[in-house]
């Protein structure tokens, strides 16, 4: 019998986390900003401009300088400022200018007043000098962003808001990672591909290579679908080896295992280097880890379940920091109460399937989405979050505090 340690669920991520920041990916591409939505970017961002690039008003009204508010509350209105205009105004002294919304502001001036605080009479504008404060209503350069400040971090992903960011700065384009080559297949003379007949009555269909394919391609991979192959250790090396040769990252689902017909890790030992091949994780807690040749290597284990929860848990960190993601080892979770009694058995860390929702007195609370079994893919229809069991913890009644892990957009 195997007795290799299960490793903590920390150790095998600090593991996974180290692997992935020194691929050194290094595929990349020039693309329009319209097209790099989702993409990884290949070079840290450092502003070309400060923004503001020029001190302008944030509101419509007038703008005035500190001596004149100073001597009266009442000043003629000399002139107009609009949005895009160039010319240095004229403003004579003891008078204001009409300013608008994200006009230029002029070189001495104290605040711009909006103009629902002033009363119009013959030209002039009437105000409480007590009211204005200093650079009231005045953006001033770089105070959203100074020129050569870091804006964005190689290895972010580009979405919608820092792009908006890049095109405050009117930068056009961008230089992302191409997508990460991922070879993919599932084992097991039971399955049947989606779309087909069933081959017997004893044949499932092959959900997992699906679900698998959807994350991946979800997270900005080039997905190699290599099918099902029959739980045949010549055919699995044969694949392996094929799949190494045109992936950065190979992918399995299923033969994990220690029954009869669970090749997958005894094909690695032959083809390749195993890192680890036990965590104490629940589900999950067959996953191997390891190269082949110059490619990574995830083996997941078959129940559908545990092939999901492995993947977010450990195979989407992996992907994320070969694109060069920086990703801390701990991930965002907190503290609830659970409304409903949960099965726990000491010995694994559990990632079981909850609902957060807000209860009638504005609380946070998490309840079960029912059975757990890594065969109960329903456990995830309703879910919103992974409520994570310490590892030595036993059944949890409810009532007691949990941690949750709201999930990220991968499975929301
Ligand atoms: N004696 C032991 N038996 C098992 C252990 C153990 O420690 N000792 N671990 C169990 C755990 S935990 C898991 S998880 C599974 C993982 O096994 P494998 O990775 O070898 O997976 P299979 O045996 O091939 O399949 C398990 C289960 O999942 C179904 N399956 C397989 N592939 C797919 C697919 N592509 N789509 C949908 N469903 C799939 C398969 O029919 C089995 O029912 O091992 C336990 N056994
Ligand atoms: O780890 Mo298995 O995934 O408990 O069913």
């Not at 007038?62 to 205009?85: C, H, K, M, W």
């Not at 659970?338 to 099965?343: E, R």
Request: glycine share 8%; hydrophobic share 35%.
């Amino acid at each position: 019998m195997n007795k290799s340690p299960l490793l903590t669920f920390q150790q095998a991520k600090e593991l996974i986390l180290t692997t992935g920041n020194a691929f050194n990916y290094d595929q990349c591409k020039t693309v329009s900003l319209m097209e790099s939505i989702d993409c990884y970017l290949a070079e840290s961002i450092y502003s070309p401009l400060s923004i503001p690039s020029f001190n302008n008003s944030a509101m419509d009204g007038y703008v005035i300088r500190q001596q004149d508010i100073e001597n009266f509350s009442t000043l003629p209105i000399a002139g107009s400022i609009f949005a895009g205009d160039n010319d240095e105004i004229t403003w004579p002294k003891g008078s204001c200018l009409r300013i608008m919304t994200g006009a230029y502001v002029p070189q001495d001036a104290y605040a711009v007043i909006m103009q629902e605080k002033v009363t119009i009479q013959n030209n002039c504008i009437t105000f409480d000098q007590q009211q204005i404060k200093k650079g009231q209503n005045i953006r001033y350069i770089g105070e959203n962003i100074n020129k050569g400040d870091k804006v964005l971090t190689k290895g972010e992903r580009l979405t919608i808001g820092k792009l908006a960011t890049l095109a405050t700065l009117g930068i056009e384009q961008v230089k992302i990672y191409k997508p990460i080559k991922v070879a993919l297949f599932s084992t097991g003379n039971e399955l049947t591909s989606i779309g087909e007949d069933l081959k017997s009555n004893n044949h499932i269909y092959d959900s997992n290579r699906f679900t698998l394919h959807l994350m991946l391609k979800t997270l900005g991979c080039e997905v190699i679908d290599l099918g099902i192959i029959k739980d045949d250790l010549t055919l699995i090396k044969q694949t392996l080896q094929k799949a190494s040769e045109e992936a950065d990252l190979v992918i399995t689902s299923g033969g994990v295992s220690v029954g009869d017909a669970d090749y997958v890790k005894q094909a690695l030992e032959q083809l390749g280097h195993i890192n680890f091949w036990k965590i104490a994780i629940k589900p999950g807690k067959p996953f191997a880890f390891g190269r082949l040749g110059q490619s990574l290597f995830c083996g997941l284990p078959g129940n559908p379940v545990s092939s999901l929860v492995t993947f977010y848990q450990l195979v989407q960190p992996l992907i994320l920091t070969m694109f060069s993601q920086k990703i801390a080892p701990n991930s965002l979770t907190f503290k609830v109460k659970t409304t409903s009694n949960l099965t726990k058995t000491p010995g694994r860390l559990d990632f079981q399937r909850g609902y957060l929702y807000s209860n009638k007195n504005g609380e946070l609370v998490v309840t079960s989405t029912g059975q757990q079994g890594s065969h109960i893919t329903s456990s995830f229809d309703r879910a919103n979050c992974f409520i994570l069991l310490e590892k030595d913890r036993g059944d949890v009644l409810a009532g007691e505090w949990v941690i949750v892990e709201p999930f990220n957009k991968l499975l929301s």
